[in-house]
């Protein structure tokens, strides 16, 4: 009679533990879809955001700031830092390295499933396990966080955690973990949507770097 009772309330344990998981990932998938949309609705996108990194095998810790801008669904984009810029037209990607004095040309493959600036704010849709963790605040602000796990174990990344607006289903930050444990942390702000930006600014135009050493890779 114990023996049944045991068995029962280890399968009731179960079937909760199933029913809770299966919910949880319900959930970060409805909130993560409104977010992918959300974004989707906007003719472009730009905005400035911070990247903190830290490395464990070296006890570091760095930090760096740019801007990005982004024309989502098409490839093109923009990102702005101190010491390098990242441009792409959607067929050709230009890596300007300005500490080198060098700018890397490479073609854009469009099967590429990494994250990169022209997918991330839907890199999450395929190849990720998903699930709730839980909400929290920042300066008032209520966020939801969402854990993602490649499904693809070769990856370098062990587990991504995002915070995402409650209010208006933006990102507020991203933490990338890799297997190593180091992390690096992009968090986005000063949102501007549905901007017009200047004619070529997905292009790389050699007179705007003098003396820029061209390396074509493609």
Request: aromatic content about 10%.
């Amino acid at each position: 009679m114990k023996k049944s009772i045991v068995c029962i309330v280890l399968s009731a344990l179960i079937c909760f533990s199933s029913a809770v998981s299966a919910q949880s990932k319900s959930s970060a998938e409805t909130i993560l879809n409104k977010v992918s949309k959300t974004y989707a609705s906007y003719k472009t996108i730009k905005a400035d955001f911070s990247l903190l990194g830290e490395n464990k095998q070296e006890d570091s810790k760095y930090s760096e700031k740019g801007r990005v801008y982004l024309v989502p669904g098409t490839g093109k984009y923009k990102i702005e830092m101190a010491n390098h810029a990242l441009i792409s037209d959607g067929k050709t990607q230009w890596s300007v390295l300005l500490d080198l004095d060098e700018v890397q040309i490479t073609n854009v493959n469009p099967n590429d499933q990494s994250i990169s600036p022209s997918n991330i704010f839907s890199f999450y849709e395929k190849g990720y396990k998903m699930r709730m963790l839980g909400e929290t605040k920042v300066s008032g602000n209520p966020l939801y966080i969402i854990g993602l796990t490649p499904t693809d174990r070769n990856q370098n990344i062990s587990e991504i955690q995002m915070r995402i607006n409650k209010s208006n289903s933006h990102i507020y930050d991203a933490t990338v973990t890799d297997k190593n444990g180091n992390s690096y942390t992009y968090t986005l702000n000063n949102l501007e949507t549905n901007k017009t930006f200047s004619s070529g600014i997905f292009n790389f135009y050699k007179h705007n770097y003098p003396g820029i050493e061209i390396v074509d890779l493609r």
